[in-house]
């Protein structure tokens, strides 16, 4: 990683409000293991099988693998009432809304946000939708809204997001803001061409509701945009409790086979799963570099991503985003007019 990039990084997540985050992240934990009694369990969010095996625990969470699809899940979770106490209270993401946001918002939007509209865009000029409505569900701070506005491609931007002091400053921003979950939204059926949706689908408790929702807001052959984590992904397998992805607020790990099923299952054609993700190797390599992960019994590995790095980092990384290898997944999938 160059010094260049390294400075980029600290631009996207500046290195003081980072820490003060972290004590937040913490808080918000106990707020959500204060209510572990209420917990339930689900079946794969996936396959909807009941069968599984425990995978690992971290920080109080319980992780476990589908043994008929091999997604990864939290089980039991939160249930959609205590996921809503833990959001409407989150210090976490006040805390995003009020310092960290505001302090990278123009670094975030060149590095994430204009690429995401970009890449968005193309896979509806290529599967050739119609461009009147889109809805981004999950919208946060509004930076992708605004920037599929300037686009200037669709004629109604709608920004769904049911965190108060989020869905305030899509507001101020002057975006169309719905402030609910989506799943609960009441616009008419058939009324939106795209719905995207940008890392909302590992924090929810029925990943098949929202898909649902979606497939009704859709109009026929409309486009459902998303990205999630690939928990099959390089990273994730690799690093498990210590990778970042798996996080108390992740409860949902699909990979390229399960999202496409549920998406079937809903109603979906799926038109293309990819993984273009850019930064695993570099993140287990930081791992190991720091000391916190232990690559000795590793050889392979530590020849790939520190010995001959300078060689084959690149097109390592290059090798596993091809090949659905990568922990950032895309789904682009049309809805059938009929289930
Ligand atoms: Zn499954």
């Known amino acids: 990683m160059s010094d260049n990039s390294s400075l980029k990084e600290t631009d996207i997540r500046p290195d003081h409000l980072m820490i003060e985050q972290q004590q937040r992240y913490k808080a918000d934990v106990v707020r959500l293991l204060s209510r572990h009694d209420e917990f339930v369990f689900v079946n794969c ?4 099988s009941s069968d599984s095996h425990p995978r690992y625990d971290k920080d109080g969470i319980n992780y476990v693998t589908c043994d008929r699809c091999r997604m990864m899940y939290v089980n039991p979770r939160p249930t959609p009432d205590v996921l809503e106490f833990f959001y409407a209270n ?10 960290i946001f505001p302090a990278s918002e123009e670094a975030r939007r060149e590095r994430i946000f204009r690429p995401r509209a970009e890449r968005t865009l193309d896979i509806c000029r290529k599967y050739g939708v119609s ?35 989020l869905a305030e400053t899509c507001r101020q921003k002057g975006l169309e803001v719905i402030a609910q979950p989506i799943e609960q939204v009441t616009l008419p059926s058939n009324s939106i061409d795209v719905v995207t949706s940008f890392e909302v689908l590992e924090h929810l408790f029925s990943p098949r509701e929202f898909m649902q929702q979606c497939w009704r807001l859709l109009a026929p052959s409309g486009l459902l ?3 999630c984590p690939n928990g099959r ?23 390229p086979a399960a999202i496409s099923q549920l998406a079937e299952a809903c109603g979906f054609e799926v038109l293309e799963v990819t993984t273009p993700g850019k930064l695993d190797a570099e993140l287990v390599r930081k791992r190991a570099l720091s000391g916190e992960y232990d ?6 590995l530590q020849q790939v991503l520190i010995e001959e790095w300078d060689r084959v980092g690149s097109a390592f990384q290059t090798f596993l985003a091809d090949n659905l290898l990568s922990s950032h997944m895309w789904l682009a999938a049309r809805k059938r007019s009929e289930i």
């Open 45 to 48: 969010p996936a396959c909807d």
């Open 233 to 255: 992904g390089f990273d994730v397998q690799v690093l498990e409790t210590l990778s970042n992805t798996v996080d108390a607020e992740h409860l949902n790990y699909f990979h």
């Open 225 to 227: 945009i998303l990205t």
């Open 295 to 300: 690559l000795s019994k590793d050889p392979f």
């Open 131 to 165: 461009t009147n409505t889109i809805l981004d569900a999950g919208a946060g701070f509004g930076t992708f809204c605004e920037e599929m506005k300037h686009l200037n491609i669709f004629e109604r931007v709608i920004a769904v997001e049911p965190t108060p002091g």
């Open 90 to 99: 989150s210090e976490n993401y006040a805390y995003w809304n009020a310092h």
